[in-house]
């Protein structure tokens, strides 16, 4: 069954805080939703990225539950 996963990069408590872009996807199972969180993680964290202040990227479900994140403390 396809639902939809939120995606969500979030600022460091330095730079404020809060969700900086949202990726909406739409997959069959959450382990594909995840691989995407990984590569938005790893994009956002290359030096020559606009978005350096990125310190987390997590994974909500259609009902806004999270159920993966990666941060940069992990």
């Known amino acids: 069954m396809v639902e939809v996963y939120r995606i969500e990069s979030v600022a460091s408590e330095e730079a ?3 969700v900086i872009r949202r990726i ?3 997959t069959d199972s959450v382990e594909k939703a995840k691989e995407r969180a990984l590569k938005v993680f790893s994009l956002a964290r290359r030096p020559q990225s606009r978005d350096l202040d990125v310190e987390a990227v997590r994974v909500l479900d259609g009902a806004g539950y999270e159920v ?3 941060s940069t403390r992990d």
Do not use: A, M
């Open 24 to 26: 909406l996807v739409r």
């Open 16 to 18: 404020g805080g809060g």
């Open 68 to 70: 993966f994140s990666i």
